[in-house]
């Protein structure tokens, strides 16, 4: 698993109410990413990681934000949730596995409701 | 931008036999490389099989193993003498090969089904 956690797991809360998710890593992974997985979409990025304080949006960013400040957790906040941001929510690393492979591993995910 | 196509949304195959999802990507990318992943009704995403799109040989990991068309822009995962356990969902994913920092593009699965 990479040494992936995210919190909490499953929530429900309100339209209109701010809403933060945890991803935290215990290996030292530098690049880390927030993807979000709906019906008939697969999985979408929403930002990305490329170390502390670096950041950048990906396929879907608007009305998400992201933070790192330490190396092992990257937070995902979502500024004023609306029921369109019902989904769930997957932190992933990359790194590199065995000669020219790349690694891609996935937290257990987060069940966000929005009510 | 890269695209990810997955043209069978649901699969029912016998116990022991073989099975191939299918998995097509468009992409102007000198170098990439594709993934598998498994999601079982639980919900987390299982990392299954990788290949680098410079590898000349088709990856395997166990029973599964990727057959990987290049000049097609094909990268189908086979399962060979399938399991009950194999039942779940399968997702075929991109990535530009910058080794290390790989965004990932994901096609919308395969609702594989074992039937005993």
């Known amino acids: 698993d990479a040494g992936i956690t995210q919190s909490p797991r499953h929530k429900v809360t309100e339209t209109g109410t701010p809403v933060t998710l945890r991803c935290h890593q215990t290996e030292n992974h530098r690049y880390m990413y927030w993807y979000r997985q709906d019906p008939g979409h697969g999985l979408r990025l929403i930002h990305y990681?490329?170390?502390?304080?670096?950041?950048d949006k990906g396929e879907v960013s608007d009305g998400y934000s992201v933070s790192r400040s330490k190396t092992e957790d990257f937070l995902l906040t979502l500024e004023s949730a609306t029921s369109s941001q019902t989904s769930v929510y997957f932190c992933?690393?990359?790194?590199?596995?065995?000669?020219?492979?790349?690694?891609?591993?996935f937290g257990q995910g987060t069940r966000l409701t929005v009510v | 931008a890269q695209k990810i196509t997955q043209t069978q949304p649901g699969m029912f195959v016998q116990e022991k036999e073989a099975v191939t999802l299918d998995c097509t990507y468009d992409?102007?990318?000198?170098?990439?490389?594709l993934f598998w992943y498994k999601q079982p009704s639980s919900g987390e995403m299982i990392f299954l099989i990788y290949q680098g799109s410079y590898d000349q040989q088709n990856a395997t990991e166990g029973r599964y193993s990727l057959n990987f068309q290049k000049a097609r822009k094909s990268a189908n995962l086979v399962i060979s003498a399938s399991q009950l356990g194999d039942s779940a969902m399968y997702f075929c994913?991109?990535?530009?090969?910058?080794?290390?920092?790989?965004?990932?593009?994901f096609g919308t699965g395969t609702r594989l089904t074992i039937i005993p």
């Open positions: 994913a991109h990535s530009r090969a910058n080794f290390g920092n790989e965004k990932l593009t």
């Open positions: 992409t102007s990318d000198p170098s990439y490389g």
């Open positions: 992933a690393i990359t790194r590199r596995g065995e000669g020219q492979n790349t690694e891609a591993f």
């Open positions: 990681s490329y170390g502390v304080k670096d950041t």
